[in-house]
């Protein structure tokens, strides 16, 4: 099965500051799907990759899918403290093949 | 609102008692899962159901038992659990992908916040 390895685990910035987070695997992969999950609530899904290369962007949320379709990466620009929070990539059929998360803290 | 309800959405038990969780989607998924949600193993797959069918079972303990009597309803029994069981409870539904394509996006319960005195 598609295994996904995402990094960083944490990841504290300063309000304005940008942030982005990383999702590495071996193998290539047939979607990339992002999730974001507040503190004391469930993961919710952001956007879903499955073509090389592809790039798309939700206000200032920015989502690429890796030419060799091994890697992906959430982009956020000028965090704001609404987007603290966990965010999770999975990959897969049924079911997804969930990373670890990463864990973004924004500072006031 | 995500189409999907969890209950109860909080609970404390014993390591003797035997209790369910319970999960209903009103979203005419035909897959659903149960996941476990600790500080140590974020988002751990447990059960899959595809099509009433269980389809993967990810070396969970006896413990925990699922039960899907329908595409709409899916059960988590357990039975003298210990305190290391104590975690966020989701399930999730989704769409089953087909011959082999991309997965359909999963939505996720509330969770049901277990305790394992």
């Known amino acids: 099965g598609q295994q996904v390895m995402q990094i960083p685990q944490y990841q504290h910035v300063q309000e304005g500051e940008d942030f982005t987070t990383y999702c590495n695997s071996s193998?290539?992969?047939?979607?990339i799907q992002w999730y974001k999950q507040r503190p004391g609530g469930h993961p919710v899904f952001l956007i879903q990759l499955v073509k090389s290369g592809e790039v798309k962007k939700q206000k200032r949320l920015t989502f690429q899918f890796g030419e060799a379709k091994k890697n992906s990466s959430l982009h956020i620009t000028a965090t704001q403290t609404t987007d603290v929070g966990t965010y999770f990539c999975g990959s897969g059929n049924t079911p997804l093949v969930f990373g670890k998360g990463t864990r973004l803290s924004v500072i006031a | 609102e995500t189409g999907v309800t969890q209950t109860p959405r909080h609970l404390v038990m014993g390591m003797t008692n035997k209790k369910s969780l319970k999960c209903e989607q009103h979203?005419?998924?035909?897959?659903m899962y149960w996941y476990k949600q600790s500080a140590k193993k974020p988002l751990e797959l447990m059960f899959v159901?595809?099509?009433?069918?269980?389809?993967e079972n990810n070396s969970v303990p006896s413990r925990f038992s699922p039960e899907c009597p329908n595409s709409s309803h899916l059960f988590l029994h357990l039975h003298t659990l210990q305190p290391e069981d104590s975690a966020l409870y989701l399930c999730a539904s989704s769409q089953a992908s087909t011959s082999g394509g991309p997965a359909d996006t999963q939505y996720f319960g509330p969770g049901t916040r277990l305790t394992v005195l």
């Open positions: 193998t290539t992969l047939s979607n």
């Open positions: 159901y595809n099509f009433k069918e269980q389809t």
């Open positions: 979203l005419g998924h035909n897959a």
